[in-house]
């Protein structure tokens, strides 16, 4: 790229600044305008050949130190660089989450609407942080529209975060606030007496940003109690109450237990209003985390089981798993955000909203200050596009899809369903394996992985490892799960005929 050296016009009496033009990183209109229009075309066709290409493709350990030892090199490159580096070095290696035929993990392939409400929101680059744009109000209107959506009351506020990682953070973090400040040992001999016997219930079978939240807010390990479950993978509330009944008896201080909407591992959905109920007697914040499920309520089949959840403290979504918003972009949801601010809002002179009636910036509700409006744009397109009508329908197809899985797999002689629902997924093994079944799972995983057709992953299901497939590709299709159970019983195959060699088993453990 050449620049030319040109005079900025300057105060009179001042020495002239001497510039480029164009100044890096900026380029001449005409180059954006190409270079966009080939990205775009370039996205486009990406996402109409992707379901015919493999699902993901292992990087040669050279090429990916490439990437990572890459120097920079002194003299900046062409914009078009960008589409070419992406097309030759990234784009050929997907994670594998926009086929239609991965079913690892909960990642969702992007929606059409978001991926451009990314490319715009980028061009504009507000931060949904401090001051005021139009994206902070797009932001507070999609807040309330989860809010909506989830069946949360009219009151309720909160803020985007980049997954639901944060915003169970944020969750826990207002607990603790919450629950310290109201015994009035915010601060002072009084907290270090009260935080040191804080102490956190939630499911055994709950996600493990929970537990790492609670490690960030300054809770010990010997503070945390995951609770046992039903059958079904449900929190025993009568466990619940035994266990904190033990801890008030010990003279601890129960302040919050986390509910489940939608458990990562089988998709269980724990009993809300028993919780809500404990919760009211003892004092204690009631957090749900529905990154995966919190959506239930919108979903006519699945509602019945989010009765009560009106009635808890905070929410948090995930519109990055359950709706196919590009990711980063989770919420949290609180129906009395003065909680949030009380727990977020600190002062700093540089930081003072203009109008005395200003609504409390965004950055009062978290613990970002410069906060992407991609998140907000994002959202908001995606959920436009879909409308209310099309959120329940996205959401009742990955529903159909999983039902139709789990009853091939339960048809099928040679597999066993072992777990899951009510959300969308399915955790099987191969039935009557020769020797070690979980590492047989873990063997005809990687396999299936390393095929590039189908792509699953494991998971502890009961203490056994399993295969699990879970349902969050709007592209998916009935071929595919014909496609994933026919690569599973050829991995399986494989194995059958693999020399039982200790080699082979100890590259699998790594
Ligand atoms: C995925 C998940 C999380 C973590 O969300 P991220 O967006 O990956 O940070 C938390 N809880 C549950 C139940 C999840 O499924």
């Not at 003892?282 to 239930?296: F, K, N, R, V």
């Amino acid at each position: 790229m050449t620049h030319r050296l040109c005079e900025l016009s300057s105060a009179p009496g001042s020495a002239a600044v001497p510039a480029l033009d164009p100044m890096p990183p900026g380029v001449h209109p005409k180059v954006l305008r190409d270079e966009l229009v080939a990205a775009a075309e370039w996205v486009s066709q990406y996402l109409s050949t992707l379901p015919a290409d493999a699902v993901s493709r292992r990087m040669s350990a050279q090429r990916r130190a490439r990437l990572r030892e890459a120097p920079l090199p002194r003299a900046g490159a062409e914009l078009g660089e960008v589409l070419d580096f992406v097309r030759e070095e990234i784009a050929p290696f997907p994670t594998g989450n926009g086929h239609p035929a991965f079913f690892a993990w909960v990642n969702s392939p992007p929606a059409p609407a978001g991926i451009i409400a990314e490319l715009l929101a980028g061009a504009i680059n507000a931060t949904c942080g401090m001051g005021e744009n139009a994206l902070m109000d797009i932001e507070r209107g999609t807040v309330r529209t989860l809010a909506d959506l989830t069946g949360l009351p009219d009151t309720t506020g909160g803020v985007l975060t980049s997954g639901g990682s944060m915003a169970n953070l944020l969750a826990l973090a207002t607990a603790r606030t919450w629950f310290l400040t109201r015994r009035g040992s915010g601060d002072g001999p009084a907290y270090d007496r009260d935080h040191a016997r804080l102490t956190l219930y939630y499911s055994a079978q709950a996600h493990m940003s929970v537990a790492r939240a609670a490690a960030c807010i300054g809770l010990p390990a010997h503070r945390l109690r995951p609770i046992p479950t039903d059958d079904n993978d449900r929190l025993e509330p009568a466990a619940l109450g035994a266990a904190v009944t033990a801890d008030l008896d010990a003279g601890l201080l129960p302040f919050c237990t986390v509910t489940t909407l939608g458990t990562t591992a089988t998709g269980a959905v724990d009993p809300l209003d028993a919780v809500t109920d404990l919760c009211r007697r003892t004092g204690m914040w009631h957090h749900a985390d529905g990154a995966w499920g919190g959506l239930g309520a919108a979903v006519p089949a699945l509602a019945p089981l989010y009765r009560g959840v009106g009635n808890i403290d905070s929410l948090t979504v995930d519109p990055h798993k359950t709706l196919s918003v590009p990711v980063g972009c989770g919420a949290l949801l609180v129906p009395d955000p003065e909680h949030l601010h009380t727990a977020f809002a600190h002062r700093a002179s540089y930081l003072t909203a203009g109008e005395p009636d200003a609504l409390p910036w965004l950055s009062h509700a978290t613990i970002e200050l410069t906060r992407p409006g991609t998140r907000a744009l994002a959202l908001w397109a995606t959920l436009h596009h879909l409308g209310r009508a099309g959120v329940t329908t996205l959401i009742e197809y990955y529903l159909t899809l999983a039902d139709q899985l789990r009853d091939k797999i339960t048809a099928h002689p040679r597999l066993e369903l072992v777990a899951g629902g009510p959300w969308p997924v399915a955790c099987f093994r191969i039935a009557h394996p020769d020797g070690d079944a979980d590492d047989l799972h873990a063997r005809v995983a990687h396999r299936v992985q390393a095929g590039g057709r189908a792509y699953l992953a494991t998971v502890s299901v009961q203490g056994c490892t399993v295969l699990r497939a879970c349902l969050c590709n709007y592209r998916t299709t009935t071929d595919d799960l014909d496609l994933l159970i026919r690569e599973v019983l050829r991995a399986a195959d494989t194995d059958d005929r693999r020399p039982h060699s200790a080699n082979e088993q100890s590259t699998h453990r790594q």
